[in-house]
């Protein structure tokens, strides 16, 4: 079993940049790929970032250019470093573990999520 815990969530205005972090722990030996999703109020849970064991990155369309992912492979944590935020980005953010390095991963393990909320 893999366990993830997330944190780094908060309320931010408009403009403003948070870092959520994701700790593993467990049999992270497992884990191979790595990802950020979100949900908001009413809204279906979205991919935002993925970051695969070699360390290439893919980012949804609404966060290129704002949003980095990032790995510490000797702390086994995944960072999303958000900047730039929009209110439209104020949802809860999971992180997610997969152990197959491929597009459309089944994902194994999720966090509980953590609230990031941004104020206009």
């Known amino acids: 079993q893999v366990q993830l815990v997330e944190s780094g969530g908060g309320l931010v205005q408009a403009g403003g940049s948070l870092r959520l972090s994701c700790r593993a722990s467990?049999?992270?030996?497992?884990?191979?790929?790595m990802a950020w999703h979100r949900q908001a109020p009413g809204k279906q849970r979205e991919l935002v970032a993925v970051i695969k064991s070699g360390g290439s990155t893919n980012y949804a369309e609404s966060v290129k250019g704002r949003f980095t992912i990032s790995r510490d492979r000797a702390k086994s944590t995944t960072y999303l470093e958000m900047d730039k935020l929009k209110p439209e980005d104020t949802a809860v953010y999971y992180c997610a573990a997969a152990q197959y390095d491929i597009d459309y991963p089944k994902y194994d393990y999720w966090g509980q999520g953590t609230q990031v909320t941004v104020s206009s």
């Open positions: 467990g049999r992270i030996f497992s884990i191979n790929l």
